[in-house]
């Protein structure tokens, strides 16, 4: 049994507390290397007489070169290095394997609460799960612990002491003479878990994660188990164990030489008792010995566990939590202190007085401030000094790095988009804390090229669009043609303002402001706290623009502003696919004349993007080029109409609380005339394209 003296070192006083435990001999040092010293000894004082009284000068002379000799290199070997880490191990691994052995308390706890039942068989169910759980720990412990096979010799015994029964016996000895290598501690807990599942399908556990739970916990006691038995089968190396053994016995055989008294020896403190020697044979001798008593802590030592009453203990506690104690509580009763919700402390007995205690406080309860140091100071970090310094000072994206909206710049500014961001500009510098001396517009040294935005309407665009809508009317290059992947543009790549050809006019930046808008909208729906666009701009959408004068568009240029990749039916109808809800009432609500009308103005530039599609497009300039400004000022009115149907016909909807719904002819109608109307300009910019 473990020898324990908590109780003997719970308090520290005088000299110290491990002075007392010297006294003890059951467990101690001394009961371990008595046997061991008393042989040093008496080769030493053996050796010791013969050099004294047996042998002549010369042998004498002799005598004491191999006393030199085993002297002065008996301290190579690495005893103290080589001891120290093997007990270092075996003191952990004698822990690991306490930690180890399993005990069923969990387990009967848990079949106590989920198995119901207070008649015989459900009484039964719970006893024999429980006596199950300690037929298998003892069957692991007489394979590992000798006190325990003593007691339990073998399977018959199990049943002379009630843990097995006859019929699981029979079990035992069939599968035995099948199988005789194995161990079978396992099969008391399949016949466990086989209890568990009837005990569900009769119904007396209510749920199947209380079966989940009482399999998992006799799994991990099956599990534990074993690693009892993989300590037993795997040990410390024995080559481990035997350099330690070697380094300690042949240092003493070496010592009992070298540290012998010889008549050269300018000292006679050593004259009748080695008294140092001693010392060290019982240190590195104990230090063995412990070694030795841990490395099997289920063996007959006095330090190795009480497996023989842990085996008792288990099988009583497990019947007596499942049987006597199941579904059984004290009444219940208000506590003394119902009233006071928590007592403020608990009373002390005369003897505890003195160890009255007081509440622990934390390191910083003993800095006090003054009133003046617990003023608090206003912050003198300004939303300016958190911009990196790099653009700083640049006020063309100073602005943007600080609002969360970013641009790049590249081509030429148009004159609508000048103005807008001139517009931008104003509005920020009336809010910004900052003195800014900027222009109604941007100059060309810090906007001098359009700003391309990312991930915004016009990527969506990119997508629909298979070409790029260069400058230079050029068409997309043979290479992406034969791949059928989309050329790599930027995001306003199909809407970047065009340089005035001879006789040709500039792109229309309606798209640009709807943009902006998106923009605006999404910025204003984002939680952070940094500082960004909503604090910046007026809240709402921007008022619209002016009509800007569009002068003829060259007939080279128009030629190429519509996209080839995709015909204009499929486009029509991918756009028709994706529009939103409210272009549907828009299209409900309007008559067939406005339809039309609309399908003659924007016939190939009805894409499907989703977010503007009730805007009229200007790629129509590529249908006629005479009448611009005409066109557009119907386009302009048609806009107008548009609007004015769609607030009607949002304030019908929600006043009634129903959406109107889209007649299908009228739909079928507006996808039929816009198909017929790209598919006609289609052909006519093939027959001015072919040479004449």
Known sequence: MTVSYTAEVATCRGLGCFLKLLIRWRASVYKLVWIDLTLFLFIYYSLSGIYRFLLNEEQKRTFESVVAYCNEYSELIPLSFVLGFYVSIVMTRWWNQYMTIPWPDSIAVFVSSTIHGNDER??????????????????????????????????????????????????????????????????????????????????????????????????????????????????????????????????????????????????????????FAT???????????????????????????????????????????????????????RDQYWDEIFPTELPYTAASQPYREQPPEPSTAGIQLSAAQQELQPSSVKIDDMVPDDIKFRSDIADDAASGIHFTASGKLSRSNTASTGRLIRSASRVSNRERTLSGGSTPSNLGESL??????????????SK???????????????????????????????????????????????????????????????????????????????????????????????????????????????????????????????????????????????????????????????????????????????????RLVRSASGLNGNEPTSPPDSQTLLLTELADASRLCLRNRRDESDPI
């Not at 009317?473 to 043979?478: D, E, K, L, M, R």
């Not at 790599?488 to 001879?502: E, F, N, W, Y």
């Not at 706290?529 to 009509?547: E, K, L, M, T």
């Open 452 to 465: 391309t935005r990312v991930s915004s309407v016009t990527s969506v665009l990119k997508r629909l669009f």
């Open 122 to 275: 459900g009484r039964l169910m719970r006893r024999t799960i429980v006596r199950y759980v300690c037929v298998c720990l003892t069957m692991v412990l007489t394979n590992v612990a000798p006190r325990v096979k003593k007691r339990f010799p073998t399977l018959e015994h199990l049943v002379d002491s009630g843990l097995l029964l006859e019929n699981e016996l029979s079990i035992f000895e069939s599968l035995n003479a099948k199988f005789p290598k194995p161990s079978k501690h396992w099969l008391p807990i399949v016949w466990a878990s086989s209890i568990v599942t009837r005990a569900r399908k009769e119904g007396r556990i209510r749920d199947d994660f209380a079966v989940k739970t009482l399999i998992d916990e006799l799994n991990k006691f099956r599990g534990m188990c074993g690693s009892i038995s993989h300590y037993d089968t795997i040990s410390v190396p024995l080559v481990y164990t035997q350099v330690v053994t070697l380094a300690v016995y042949t240092y003493f055989l070496t010592s009992v030489m070298g540290r012998q008294w010889v008549q050269k020896s300018n000292s006679n403190i050593d004259l009748y008792f080695p008294v």
């Open 279 to 333: 010392l060290q044979f019982f240190f590195y001798m104990g230090w063995l010995k412990v070694a030795e008593t841990l490395i099997n802590p289920f063996g007959e030592d006095d330090d190795d566990f009480e497996v023989n009453w842990l085996i008792d203990r288990n099988l009583q506690v497990s019947y007596l939590i499942v049987d006597e104690m199941h579904h059984e509580h004290p009444e219940l009763i």
């Open 468 to 646: 790029d809508d260069r400058i230079d009317g050029g068409t997309t290059s043979a290479a992406a043609k034969a791949s059928g992947k989309m050329p790599s543009t930027g995001s306003t790549a199909s809407l970047q303002t065009r340089l005035p050809a001879a006789g040709g006019s500039m792109r229309i930046g309606v798209i640009e402001e709807v943009d902006e808008q998106m923009t605006l909208t999404s910025m204003k729906q984002s939680n952070e706290s940094r500082p960004h666009v909503q604090s910046i701009f007026p809240q709402g959408p921007p008022p619209p623009s002016d009509p800007v004068d569009v002068p003829a568009a060259s007939q080279s240029h128009n030629r190429e502003i519509f996209s080839r990749s995709a015909p204009a039916r499929g486009a029509t109808i991918a756009g028709s696919a994706e529009s939103a809800r409210e272009r549907q009432n828009l299209r409900t609500q309007a008559s067939t004349q406005s339809m039309r009308s609309s399908a003659t103005y924007e016939p190939a530039s009805y894409t499907g993007s989703g977010i503007n599609d009730d805007l009229p497009s200007t790629t129509s300039s590529s249908c006629s080029s005479e009448g611009a400004q005409s066109e557009f000022t119907k386009l302009k009115t048609e806009r107008k109409h548009q609007r004015r149907i769609r």
